[in-house]
C-alpha cells in the first residue's frame, strides 16, 4: 500500500500496513482498525508523536512530554477552551515540524504535573 493518499509520499513500514486504511492522525500516529475515537484524539496523537509515551521519565520523575496550559486543561476537561496551538513542555531541547504545536523547554517537578488519571504520579 502506498501512503501517498494519506498525506505521504513513502509507502507505510510494515507494521503500519495493516493499520494505513484505519486512520492517520499524524506522522507514524494511527489509530487501529476497531479502536473507538476519543474525544480529544488530536491533543493524544500530538502527545504520542513527540515521544509521549516512549521517552523516558526525567530524574525528578515526571514525564518528559508534558501537556500545558489550554491544552491541559481540555485534555483534563476544564473550561471551555479550543485552543489555536497545543502546549507542550518537554524535558530537553527538540523541535517538531507539527503544525501548530509550541514547545517549552521546562525542568517539572512531581508537583507541577497532574496525570490524566487525575492521581499525583
Not at 476497531?34 to 496523537?45: K, S
Request: glycine share 12%.
Amino acid at each position: 500500500m502506498s501512503g501517498k493518499g494519506w498525506g505521504s509520499n513513502r509507502s507505510p513500514g510494515p507494521c503500519c500496513a495493516s493499520c494505513i486504511g484505519s486512520g492517520r492522525h499524524l506522522s507514524n500516529c494511527y489509530r487501529m482498525t476497531g479502536a473507538p475515537p476519543q474525544a480529544h484524539e488530536a491533543i493524544y496523537a500530538t502527545w504520542l508523536t513527540l515521544g509521549g509515551a516512549t521517552k523516558p521519565r526525567t530524574a525528578n520523575g515526571v514525564a518528559a512530554v508534558v501537556e500545558a496550559g489550554e491544552t491541559a486543561a481540555v485534555a483534563h476537561g476544564i473550561g471551555d477552551f479550543i485552543p489555536a496551538t497545543y502546549d507542550v513542555i518537554v524535558s530537553e531541547r527538540k523541535t517538531t515540524r507539527i503544525p501548530g504545536v509550541r514547545l517549552r523547554i521546562r525542568t517539572l517537578t512531581r508537583e507541577d504535573v497532574i496525570p490524566l488519571t487525575g492521581y499525583l504520579a
